[in-house]
């Protein structure tokens, strides 16, 4: 069975911070991983999405990279703002599943 | 697009009653998800749809949860009787594609408290 961990659970920095959350994962066949944005009281917002065969993807200031054969993958965020405060969650999506399995999130909090 | 549309956003119930949840997917999209996020589990499958048949209903926690997709258009989870320990954010998702390699598009979300 497919588990998802995240690290660490929370995470607080000053503004303009560079930062790396991190999320592995024990079942390294994967068809994709997800890197999604909960704000409090709110739906999840798709941040990017790797494919199994890519190592990384890049959204603004956002990086995310992926090291199937290890299980891991990083979510960089650059020059960190306030409103980046939110809960990020990774997900993978296992070969011959669609459905996604989950770690429980970092609780970033950026602070002015 | 309006995104997908999930109702009651907060459902306030007493226990043994029938709980409705509702869900509208994005149009297009042919896979529909419902996941129950809560602090001690985080956010766990309840059941997948795919061309509006069941695929996947093995996170359905017991025989009191029951889901139908009557069309492309519309899904409801329903809890009967409710108990407590169903409190939860309960989340619908839909897809394109049979494998979600587009990604996920969530909705907000129901805040379901059985009291």
Request: a neutral charge; proline letters at 5%; charged letters at 15%.
């Given at each position: 069975?497919?588990?998802?961990?995240?690290?660490?659970?929370?995470?607080?920095?000053?503004?303009?911070?560079?930062?790396?959350?991190?999320?592995?994962?024990?079942?390294?066949?994967?068809?994709?991983?997800?890197?999604?944005?909960?704000?409090?009281?709110?739906?999840?917002?798709?941040?990017?999405?790797?494919?199994?065969?890519?190592?990384?993807?890049?959204?603004?200031?956002?990086?995310?990279?992926?090291?199937?054969s290890?299980?891991?993958?990083?979510l960089?965020?650059?020059?960190?703002?306030?409103?980046?405060?939110?809960?990020?969650?990774?997900?993978?999506?296992?070969?011959?599943?669609?459905?996604?399995?989950?770690?429980?999130?970092?609780?970033?909090?950026?602070?002015? | 697009?309006?995104?997908?549309?999930?109702?009651?956003?907060?459902?306030?119930t007493?226990?043994?009653?029938?709980?409705?949840?509702?869900?509208?997917?994005?149009?297009?999209?042919?896979?529909l998800?419902?996941?129950?996020?809560?602090?001690?589990?985080?956010?766990?499958?309840?059941?997948?749809?795919?061309?509006?048949?069941?695929?996947?209903?093995?996170?359905?926690?017991?025989?009191?949860?029951?889901?139908?997709?009557?069309?492309?258009?519309?899904?409801?989870?329903?809890?009967?009787?409710?108990?407590?320990?169903?409190?939860?954010?309960?989340?619908?998702?839909?897809?394109?594609g049979?494998?979600?390699?587009?990604?996920?598009?969530?909705?907000s979300?129901?805040?379901?408290?059985?009291?």
């Amino acid at each position: 069975k497919q588990e998802v961990t995240q690290i660490p659970a929370a995470l607080s920095v000053p503004e303009g911070e560079n930062l790396v959350l991190n999320c592995s994962f024990t079942d390294s066949a994967i068809y994709n991983l997800q890197w999604f944005r909960q704000d409090p009281g709110k739906g999840l917002t798709s941040l990017l999405l790797i494919q199994s065969s890519q190592r990384e993807q890049t959204s603004g200031r956002l990086n995310a990279s992926l090291d199937k054969s290890s299980g891991r993958s990083t979510l960089y965020i650059a020059a960190s703002q306030p409103g980046d405060s939110a809960t990020y969650l990774c997900a993978v999506m296992n070969s011959g599943y669609s459905t996604l399995t989950f770690g429980k999130g970092t609780m970033l909090l950026v602070s002015p | 697009d309006a995104g997908v549309i999930q109702s009651p956003r907060h459902e306030v119930t007493e226990m043994g009653q029938e709980v409705t949840l509702r869900c509208k997917p994005i149009s297009g999209h042919n896979s529909l998800f419902w996941y129950r996020q809560t602090m001690m589990r985080g956010l766990e499958l309840l059941i997948y749809f795919n061309n509006n048949v069941p695929i996947d209903d093995s996170g359905m926690p017991e025989d009191r949860f029951s889901a139908k997709m009557p069309n492309a258009s519309f899904s409801t989870l329903k809890i009967q009787p409710s108990e407590p320990r169903d409190s939860a954010v309960y989340f619908c998702a839909s897809s394109q594609g049979h494998r979600g390699g587009y990604g996920y598009t969530f909705g907000s979300g129901t805040r379901l408290t059985v009291v």
